[in-house]
């Protein structure tokens, strides 16, 4: 099992950047496939990204803007956004799944984070 804690997220201009972190528990991180999911209000959460050893992959909607990675020996997870748009607010979600994978589906992953604010202003 593992417990999942996001941060990093705030107020940014549009065309700003932040950065994004969720630190996870547990000796086996490494084999975990980690996601970012966003869910905007009124909207259902949607998927962002998602990485699992070098395999990375990322919604159309960020594709260029946005950069996912970890650091298994801090047991971290990140998510580089950069020319951000006013519809990037959302809270921000981490994810994990026990698998080799990047699935994109909300039902596909067994452990989430809190969920971290992201607020882009015009």
């Known amino acids: 099992q593992v417990q999942l804690v996001a941060s990093g997220g705030g107020l940014v201009q549009a065309g700003g950047s932040l950065r994004l972190s969720c630190a996870a528990s547990?000796?086996?991180?490494?084999?975990?496939?980690m996601a970012w999911f966003r869910q905007a209000p009124g909207k259902e959460r949607e998927f962002v990204a998602s990485?699992?050893?070098?395999?990375?992959r990322y919604a159309d909607s960020v594709k260029g803007r946005f950069t996912i990675s970890r650091d298994n020996a801090r047991n971290t997870l990140y998510l580089q956004m950069s020319s951000l748009k006013p519809e990037d607010t959302a809270v921000y979600y981490c994810a994990a799944r026990r698998s080799y994978s990047v699935p994109t589906e909300v039902s596909q992953y067994d452990y989430w984070g809190q969920g971290t604010q992201v607020t882009v202003s015009s």
């Open positions: 547990g000796r086996t991180f490494s084999s975990y496939s």
């Open positions: 990485i699992v050893s070098s395999l990375t």
